[in-house]
């Protein structure tokens, strides 16, 4: 059925929620799990120092490592066989999305509908809304 299923994850409680129902496809389907995390770069225009500039995506970069690890976790939690891949990209977060599932000939993919602004509770998340108007693979949003 399913061979490759991509989760983008930011860490919050719709992305974890998306993680679950992602271990639960791989493992009925027996389909490897590509786990992204996406160092946002557009924080960078306008941000006068490289050192800032620097600094300040470290810091995301262990903040995505840390949320891609939670998937991993969930499955040792649960004792399932399933293949995980943790990736960690920089860009803008849709379009790495949109290009990492092309590049890897996702099956599936499985996000959460909103990340962690305040604001997407009430909307499907401005990520997740360009991932799904723009993805021709089947998608599952979860909320």
Do not use: C, Q, W
Not at 12 to 40: M, P, R, T, W, Y
Request: no cysteine; net charge negative; charged share 30%.
């Amino acid at each position: 059925m399913y061979k490759k299923i991509l989760v983008p994850t930011d860490g919050s409680k719709f992305a974890e929620k998306a993680e679950e129902e992602a271990l639960f496809i791989a493992n009925a389907s027996g389909a490897e799990i590509i786990a992204l995390g996406v160092v946002d770069t557009g924080f960078s225009i306008g941000v006068a120092s490289d050192e800032a500039v620097l600094h300040i995506k470290e810091m995301l970069k262990k903040e995505a490592e840390d949320n891609i690890g939670i998937i991993e976790k969930m499955k040792e939690k649960e004792h399932l066989d399933v293949k995980i891949s943790l990736r960690i990209e920089e860009g803008y977060p849709a379009k790495v999305i949109l290009d990492t599932i092309e590049k890897e000939d996702v099956d599936l993919v499985v996000m959460g509908s909103s990340g962690k602004s305040g604001l997407d509770r009430f909307i499907v998340g401005s990520v997740t809304d360009k991932v799904v108007k723009a993805v021709k693979r089947p998608i599952l949003v979860v909320y």
